[in-house]
């Protein structure tokens, strides 16, 4: 899976819209980028990010349904 977006302020951290993914990334020296992930590059109907929980169990899928984000915990789609 390969997702596009754009490089945002980081200021963007302090006021999230809804319906939006941002990643932050941090290199070897610390400095801070974001990217704001552009939704229609996101799998529909299928987990793009997967949590688990401490003891290595599913703890949850983020899920993009009908362009909204939704959180599901079980996770409905396998490995």
């Not at 951290?13 to 319906?19: D, G, I, Q, R």
């Not at 990217?35 to 703890?59: H, L, Y």
Request: charged share 20%.
């Amino acid at each position: 899976m390969k997702m596009t977006g754009v490089e945002v302020p980081v200021e963007t951290l302090k006021n999230v819209e809804p319906h939006t993914v941002l990643l932050v990334f941090s290199d070897k020296s610390g400095a801070i980028k974001v990217v704001q992930v552009d939704s229609d590059s996101i799998p529909k109907d299928e987990a793009f990010v997967r949590v688990n929980t401490p003891d290595s169990g599913q703890g949850g899928c983020w899920v993009c349904i009908n362009s909204c984000f939704i959180w599901c915990d079980p996770c409905p789609y396998g490995e």
